[in-house]
């Protein structure tokens, strides 16, 4: 089974600074997706950005952006000009292609957003 | 905006006690998911649903769960006799395959379980 790891149990970056947060994952497919969820106090999961493996091209949404590594199996989150309301746990995520409709998640990152 | 929507928000049982959790996927979505998140863990897949039957399930989900589309809207989990382990949050999700290989999965505000 493939494993996430998210070895950053907490972050903390001040307003209209940049922070990035890491994930690796195990796999030993060649095509797969990738995902970030953002989870605030109200435990909602929220999309923040996916990946395609067979895409080179990093994603982008709008602060939020990946650095996607996929020899190294790494998959950070890089949040610019952060804000107050980007203060959440962070989630990494994992799917298949061969492997079934599962997210396979890791164990989270909680951001602290301070003014 | 579409969006997934979970009733109710949170329910409190005693243990051995019955319960159903109510999930509207977004409407032309097609594969329907629960997911669970003990407090303070990560979240975990529980089953995944397409054409009236169950796709894949984990370990989690055993011969107490069982999964269910009653009508052309609605998306249940049912839990036959809860136990204290059960308390946790329940994240109904919903996809479409549709063109779009990414198969992104929308989760629906979640379900707060308590078992007494």
């Known amino acids: 089974a493939q494993t996430v790891t998210q070895s950053q149990p907490e972050m903390s970056v001040q307003e209209a600074e940049t922070v990035t947060l890491s994930c690796t994952y195990d796999?030993?497919?060649?095509?797969?997706?990738l995902f970030w969820y953002k989870q605030p106090p109200s435990r909602q999961m929220i999309l923040v950005i996916r990946?395609?493996?067979?895409?080179?091209q990093n994603a982008t949404e709008n602060r939020f952006s990946v650095n996607f590594q996929k020899a190294a199996k790494s998959f950070s989150l890089k949040i610019s000009d952060s804000q107050l309301g980007d203060a959440a746990m962070y989630f990494c995520?994992?799917?298949?292609?061969?492997?079934?409709?599962?997210?396979?998640f890791g164990k989270g990152t909680s951001l602290l957003v301070t003014p | 905006e579409p969006e997934v929507t979970q009733t109710p928000s949170h329910q409190v049982t005693q243990m051995g006690q019955e319960v159903i959790l109510r999930c509207v996927p977004i409407?032309?979505?097609?594969?329907f998911y629960w997911y669970r998140q003990i407090l303070g863990q990560k979240v975990e897949f529980l089953v995944s649903?397409?054409?009236?039957?169950?796709?894949?399930k984990s370990e989690i989900f055993d011969d107490q769960f069982s999964v269910e589309r009653p009508d052309g809207s609605n998306f249940t989990l049912k839990i036959r006799s809860t136990k204290l382990e059960d308390s946790a949050m329940y994240f109904c999700?919903?996809?479409?395959?549709?063109?779009?290989?990414?198969?992104?999965?929308?989760f629906g505000p979640g379900t707060r379980l308590t078992v007494l």
């Open positions: 409407s032309n979505h097609l594969y």
């Open positions: 995520a994992y799917r298949g292609q061969d492997s079934g409709y599962a997210l396979n």
């Open positions: 999700a919903s996809s479409d395959m549709g063109g779009d290989r990414t198969d992104t999965q929308y």
């Open positions: 990946q395609e493996a067979y895409k080179q």
């Open positions: 796999t030993s497919e060649s095509d797969y997706y």
């Open positions: 649903f397409y054409n009236n039957e169950i796709s894949e």
